[in-house]
């Protein structure tokens, strides 16, 4: 589906108080819909700059596919999917696909993150198939998460909530630099 196909099943998903994959555990049910609250403050919020747009505008040759990874659920896709949709609607030659996850086991199992099925996982594949990928969390991001359980055995909500302010406070720039460096940029 494409992004706004996305964000459309989002919404229902949080009128119908429900979420993806078969879950019903109410945790799920309750990220799905806070990550559509933090999605619509994402959207609104985020900018490119102009060195970034002209750096866009000057690479008329570049043309990739963007296949993202994703569930409603996932904290991380969040501040994520829109700043990939910034992006590719901001160039003709990217195009941005987004699958559920667990619908899709067979292309998450082809790119896990340290074993794991760790989401959002984009994979960019350009016409001579060179394949590159970026997920689930930008450096920093991941850094603070390691660094946390490192220190506390788990990943908690004490955990979620430091990096929902990581998020906050970085305001998109990691991710967005992270995602012009898959696309070529220095």
């Known amino acids: 589906m494409n992004y706004n196909e996305y964000f459309k099943l989002h919404e229902a998903l ?39 747009k002209l750096w866009l505008e000057s690479n008329t040759e570049l043309k990739v596919k963007w296949t993202v990874l994703t569930e409603p659920w996932c904290g991380d896709a969040a501040p994520s999917l829109p700043l990939m949709h910034l992006i590719a609607a901001s160039h003709p030659g990217i195009t941005l696909e987004i699958l ?10 082809a790119h896990l993150t340290n074993g794991a099925q760790s989401i959002p996982k984009l994979i960019q594949t350009s016409e001579n198939k060179e394949v590159k990928s ?12 390691h660094d946390y359980k490192e220190q506390n055995g788990v990943f908690d909500a004490a955990g979620r909530e430091n990096l929902q302010q990581w998020y906050n406070a970085d305001k998109g720039r990691q991710i967005i630099d992270e995602l012009f460096q898959l696309l070529g940029r220095k």
């Open 134 to 145: 970026w997920g689930p969390r930008p450096i920093g991001a991941a850094a603070l998460v």
């Open 100 to 109: 559920l996850r667990d619908e899709n086991l067979e292309l998450m199992n």
């Open 14 to 52: 949080v009128a119908e108080k429900a979420t993806t994959g078969g879950r019903t555990d109410p945790a799920y049910i309750e990220y799905t819909s806070l990550n559509f609250q933090r999605i619509k403050r994402w959207q609104k919020s985020v900018r490119l700059s102009d060195e970034q």
